[in-house]
């Protein structure tokens, strides 16, 4: 049985579709999912599922939730989701929830490209990013534990977004990135390593006058959001393609000079899973709800 996170939840067991139609039944679920393989105190189940307005049988309801999702596991059931002192524990073997995936894979990738391999970092991140369906948990009302979750997810997705371009262009791949990175900087605009990335993948492709005018667009919007300029490091960078600086030229598997690579983020399980290496790169077409509601070199 496997669980999926990274869009819409869903259950799926050798093709068939076992999601649970009932909204708190899936956010019940849901909860368990991302505290797998410990204890939720049912208090933890009731202040998610109805915030500060817990009905008078919320315990009760909640036992009726859990025998449902019994029910929904099928045999053995009892064995994987567990009543203990205070709460419940849903049991998920290792490789089972596409979460968990994702982020086993962008840490690869990451520590690919600190390595100096970009062309696996780029296949490792690209395969992570290809798990997304849509913004995690999508469709749900989410309580204060699912939303944080959530959350999270969306940054790890900007991260490994932003990586994954970091490693195409120490690949060369100038030109094919420049539509991607003008649409990501319309829902982030004053992100200065994507800035960075779209001026130099420009740059590279003899479009000097869009990597001007990236600078110019996220110039204006830190001052409107912020007040502030631009950082001294993308300062630099506009002066570097006003003077055609040779630093810029591309050089196969250099280091990027426009980005600090994102420090690995904590784990969000412990458990340590096999991988087998992506197919060729392919962009990642889904993306977590912030973006769509508009929220280096070598």
Not at 18 to 28: G, I, Q
Not at 58 to 72: C, D, F, G, I, P
Not at 179 to 205: F, G, K, Q, V
Request: charged share 25%; aromatic share 4%; with cysteine.
């Amino acid at each position: 049985m496997e669980f999926a996170l990274l869009g819409p939840l869903t259950v799926a067991h050798e093709g068939d579709d076992l999601t649970p139609r009932a909204e708190m039944v899936r956010k019940a679920l849901a909860l368990l999912l991302v505290r797998a393989n410990r204890l939720v105190p049912t208090e933890l189940l009731v202040e998610e599922l109805w915030d500060a307005t817990p009905p008078r049988l919320a315990r009760k309801t909640v036992q009726t939730y859990m025998y449902q999702l019994r029910q929904l596991l099928g045999p053995g059931a009892d064995a994987r989701l567990r009543t203990q002192a205070g709460g419940y524990l849903l049991e998920v073997e290792p490789g089972l929830i596409d979460a968990h995936e994702f982020q086993d894979e962008a840490a690869r990738g990451r520590a690919a490209l600190a390595q100096g391999d970009p062309g696996a970092a780029s296949e490792l991140l690209a395969q992570a990013l290809r798990r997304w369906r849509g913004a995690a948990l999508e469709g749900l009302t989410l309580g204060p534990v699912l939303a944080g979750f959530a959350a999270r997810l969306d940054e790890l997705w900007l991260g490994a977004t932003e990586q994954r371009i970091d490693a195409e262009l120490r690949l060369g791949h100038h030109r094919e990135l420049l539509p991607e990175l003008r649409e990501l900087l319309l829902t982030h605009p004053t992100n200065e390593p994507l800035c960075a990335d779209l001026m130099l993948a420009a740059y590279r492709a003899d479009e000097r006058e869009l990597a001007l005018a990236a600078y110019g667009a996220l110039r204006r919007a830190v001052a409107e959001s912020a007040g502030l300029e631009p950082s001294s490091r993308l300062r630099e960078l506009q002066l570097q393609i006003l003077n055609e600086d040779p630093a810029l030229d591309w050089r196969p598997h250099a280091p990027c000079v426009t980005r600090r690579l994102v420090q690995p983020a904590a784990p969000l399980h412990a458990a340590a899973r096999k991988h087998t290496a992506a197919p060729p790169v392919a962009r990642c077409a889904h993306r977590p709800r912030a973006l769509h509601a508009g929220r280096g070199s070598s």
